[in-house]
């Protein structure tokens, strides 16, 4: 007689630790900080762009140039007129990061369940890392400043970094089946918010020299993993002679952990054996198709709603510390240290709402209820005072509330919607899947950050957080 779906997933839960051995450490560690690397890389740039605006407009129009710096090396420098304008292109720059990153990730998941996904990463991570350097640090000791070099540089980023998020999410996929994905893939997504937070510090430790040195801090880190994750990342359990998720039929721990959270309860008991990279001696499962992985059952839901809530979690990542600095007259290094107590934030919220979805047994319901909330700290982080503790309070709130379900859809919900029986003939389909949820969500954070440096411009911050509100 076959147990209902709850009893069968109570040892399930219980096999999360008796299966987990130190490759399992391992592997969670290398994905996270891997992806941590990247995202400090993305973080320097919105913790610099005060600096940045100020090398690029007239000293005259700006009290942060040097005032015995030769007029002709400034005036080669300098792009625009004014720091509005530097505002906007900065912005521009946002919004081409994104694009072309979310459209990198919808080829980078294809490639990702066809190549060897450290192959993939580990490219992705140094050859980024060498951009950022360029676009930063070069650009500036050879005093050579072009809009088109940077926007083509920020392309070029942009399309690199895509490889990271669909590679970590399937090498984790691999690893780590059903048995407590909400709390592993909750704590383990907070791997994005510790690189803000790396990135923060780091910038925040050098910008006294010059904007450069913080480029060229975290691009040397970066490249350092990348070297790492190269010569360390075991991608599968196969790789160790370990068995691949659900290779056991016999193991009802491992027919618990893999069935797929979104699937029916009542599915049939017979077909549960299939992994996501998994490869047979006999049989080598199919990769599936991009469309095929659209038309699955929750994909296009998730993906749109994923590209509202990136838009307003990325706007916080690109703009706080510009806000905080332009909004309240705090000095750059303060405003991006203080705006690290978002990523605390959504570090807490992130781990937390993943372990009340697997007591659960249901990941939407505690979505809907933390967004709710969110609208509401973010009406009250709009009207904040002009004091640091108050503010950094209420910062923290609203990224519990914000970054905490926008992690849950990009890696554990994510894993749910790669798994399902539709997928078991060909388990190829995590890393696509994950590219086109956060392909999408991306499109949807490109077009917001545009926007942003628009309604900023034209009608107020307090406009852009109903804004936020909106979405």
Request: charged share 15%.
């Amino acid at each position: 007689m076959a147990l209902p779906g709850s009893l069968r997933r109570q040892p399930a839960n219980r096999g999360l630790v008796s299966h987990c051995t130190h490759h399992h450490i391992v592997v969670f560690l290398l994905t996270f900080f891997s992806y941590s690397l990247l995202h400090a890389s993305r973080k320097t740039f919105s913790n610099v762009k005060v600096s940045i605006s100020s090398q690029w407009t007239p000293s005259c129009l700006n009290s942060t140039a040097p005032e015995l710096r030769p007029y002709e090396l400034w005036n080669s420098s300098h792009l625009f007129p004014n720091a509005e304008e530097a505002t906007l292109f900065l912005g521009t720059l946002d919004t081409i990061f994104l694009f072309s990153y979310a459209m990198g990730l919808f080829v980078s998941g294809i490639v990702g369940d066809r190549l060897n996904l450290r192959w993939v990463l580990s490219f992705g991570m140094c050859s980024s890392a060498l951009v950022v350097f360029f676009f930063g640090t070069l650009t500036e000791w050879l005093h050579f400043y072009n809009k088109w070099f940077y926007c083509c540089l920020w392309v070029v980023n942009g399309l690199l970094q895509s490889t990271g998020w669909p590679c970590v999410v399937a090498v984790m996929g691999n690893w780590f089946g059903k048995a407590g994905r909400g709390f592993v893939f909750g704590l383990w997504s907070a791997c994005a918010s510790v690189g803000n937070i790396l990135g923060a510090f780091l910038a925040s430790c050098v910008l006294k020299y010059g904007y450069e040195y913080a480029f060229l801090v975290t691009a040397s880190v970066q490249f350092a993993g990348g070297v790492i994750v190269f010569f360390g990342l075991l991608t599968s359990p196969k790789e160790v002679g370990l068995p691949e998720l659900g290779a056991d039929e016999d193991d009802s721990v491992e027919e618990g952990a893999n069935r797929p959270l979104m699937g029916n309860d009542d599915a049939d008991d017979d077909d549960r054996n299939y992994s996501i990279q998994a490869t047979d001696t006999d049989h080598q499962p199919k990769a599936i198709g991009f469309f095929q992985a659209c038309c699955l059952p929750g994909v296009v839901l998730y993906s749109l709603a994923y590209a509202c809530l990136k838009l307003v979690n990325y706007s916080f990542f690109f703009w706080l510390p510009f806000y905080l600095s332009n909004n309240f007259g705090w000095k750059e290094a303060e405003a991006d240290q203080l705006s690290i107590w978002y990523d605390v934030g959504g570090i807490i919220g992130g781990t937390i709402q993943g372990l009340i979805s697997d007591v659960l047994q249901k990941r939407a319901p505690v979505l809907a209820i933390s967004l709710l909330f969110a609208v509401g700290s973010l009406f009250g982080y709009s009207r904040s005072p002009n004091s640091k503790p108050i503010n950094a309070v209420i910062m923290t709130i609203t990224g519990f509330f914000i970054g905490g379900p926008s992690n849950m859809i990009s890696s554990a919900i994510s894993a749910d919607l790669g798994r399902q029986d539709l997928v078991k003939g060909s388990s190829e389909a995590l890393a696509t899947v994950t590219g086109i949820v956060d392909g999408t969500g991306s499109i949807g954070a490109a077009v917001g950050q545009y926007l942003v440096s628009l309604i900023q411009e034209n009608l107020g911050w307090m406009w852009v957080f109903y804004f936020f509100i909106l979405m």
